[in-house]
């Protein structure tokens, strides 16, 4: 399939100057998402959940991308974050 950067959507979608008046607005919100899941133990579930899990790692991976950019955490912490989410 290939790397997301590669795809024409995130290219026109993370088009710096369109998102970072948006970026900074929501910098100052503190907001916390609180998943609570009950144990499941069927095939397909965690299937599912893994599948979640991959796709909230690409969308950490475009943040990085835009906190680089906009120049909210240096060059070093985007390395040492990007190379988590990489694992």
Excluded at 32 to 59: G, H, P, Q, V, W
Aim: proline residues 2%.
């Amino acid at each position: 399939m290939g790397n997301y950067k590669d795809l024409h959507a995130y290219k026109k979608g993370y088009e710096t100057e369109s998102v970072e008046p948006f970026f900074r607005l929501l910098k100052d919100f503190h907001q916390k998402k609180k998943y609570s899941y009950r144990r499941r133990r069927y095939k397909d579930y965690f299937i599912s959940k893994l599948n979640d899990c991959e796709t909230e790692n690409a969308e950490t991976q475009v943040w990085l991308d835009f906190s680089l950019d906009c120049k909210y955490i240096p060059i070093e912490e985007y390395n040492q974050l990007t190379a988590k989410t990489m694992r």
